[in-house]
């Protein structure tokens, strides 16, 4: 992403995450989502993603870890790398 820092990341990640806790809802527990997947927090799929324990705590910081990671494995791709902050 050219001309995008830190900054316009922070942004991406807030406002992706605020769509996600809008359209996805939150279940504290373990719970089958339409799909037939165990799944918890703010859909987080766990036959996807591991995850210990039966009760979820800390799922705003697991949402945006996992948008982060996601971030970080688009960066292989040329295109998304190299858009510029506008696009972004």
């Known amino acids: 992403m050219k001309g995008c820092g830190t900054l316009c990341l922070s ?15 939150f279940s504290p527990s373990i719970y089958t989502d339409k799909t037939e997947h165990p799944t918890i927090g703010y859909g987080y799929n766990l036959s996807v ?13 697991l949402l ?17 790398k190299n858009l510029d902050a506008m696009r972004f």
């Open 49 to 61: 993603y591991s995850y210990e324990g039966k009760c979820i705590t800390k799922a705003y910081g």
């Open 11 to 25: 942004k991406l990640i807030l406002v992706a995450s605020f769509l996600i806790v809008d359209l996805e809802g």
């Open 64 to 80: 945006t870890d996992i948008l982060k990671e996601n971030h970080k494995a688009l960066l292989s791709y040329g295109w998304y």
